[in-house]
Structures are given as C-alpha cells and as structure tokens.
C-alpha cells in the first residue's frame, strides 16, 4: 500500500476559501518580487522563498499527522500561511532584531503586502515578531496574545496557537 502525501496547508486554504487563498497569492507575489531579492543569507539561513516552502512543507507534515488533534479554520490557514511567508522580510534592514523589523515593515505597509485587513495585519506581525525571540521574551510577548480573537466576517482564530 502507498502513503499517500499529506496535503499542503497552502491547497486546504484554497478549497476552504478560494478568497483567502487569492490573498495570500497576492501577498506571496509582493514578497517573492520586492522583498525577498532584499534579503541576504546569514548564519546559515537561507532567507528565500525555498525556505517559506521548507517551513510549509513541515508544517504540513505536523498539522496533518493522523495523530495531530490541531484543526486550522481557514482564516487561521491564511493567518499562519501570511506570517511564514513574510517572517523574515525584516533582513531586508539587514538588522539584527529581524523579527522587530519584520513586526514593524507589516504594520506600516500592511496594504501594501496586500494583508486582507487591519485586523489581520496585527496578528501576523504579532506571529513575526515572535519567531526570533529568546526563550524568556518569547514567554513575554507570547502572553500577549490573546487566545481568542474574533476577526469581523471570518469569526473566532487562535492567534497564541498560530504564534507557538
């Protein structure tokens, strides 16, 4: 008997909702063609859209694991998809606090990178600015999320659960 592949976060968000899925393409063009010829390697990462597929990939293997009780709404999808593809944009700085630059590059051109809304821009920035904290300000920032979150015409997402 074959194994049959687990399927990839980026399809579920396209049969869950074709709208978001339409975002997250426009979102993923901005980046692929303003934001990551920015990027330069270091410490051994590659900051390319390679590495977002690897990240996706991985995820896909964990969320769809037969023994993996995580069930991802299709807001949630798009929210997790967005932060992966735009967590490292902060290097364009070349900064060393990337995730702060990533944070702050989403809040101020959140239109641009062609983010559903206000709303969503938050938590996605909020997902980027956690990826590269040390263990103590991770614990932080991460209670600052809240564990609930209504976003308007989408419902109820888990920002602290798309955050870990």
Known sequence: MMNKQPPSLVDALA?????????????????????????????????????????I??????????????TLTDVELYLLLTSILLHDIGKVKQAKDHGKESRNIIREQWAVLKIENEQMQQIIQNICYLHDRKKKEFEQVYQTLPADEYIDRYGKVRPRLLGA
């Not at 975002?23 to 590495?51: C, R």
């Not at 990939?57 to 995580?70: D, E, F, K, M, W």
């Open 15 to 55: 049969e869950q909702n074709p709208v978001l899925f339409a975002t997250y393409k426009k979102t993923e063009e901005v980046a692929i063609n303003h934001w990551y010829p920015g990027m330069s390697q270091s410490n051994g990462s590659v900051n390319s859209y390679p590495h977002v597929q690897g990240i």
């Open 57 to 70: 990939n991985q995820l896909s293997l964990v969320i769809y694991h037969p023994q993996c009780a995580i």
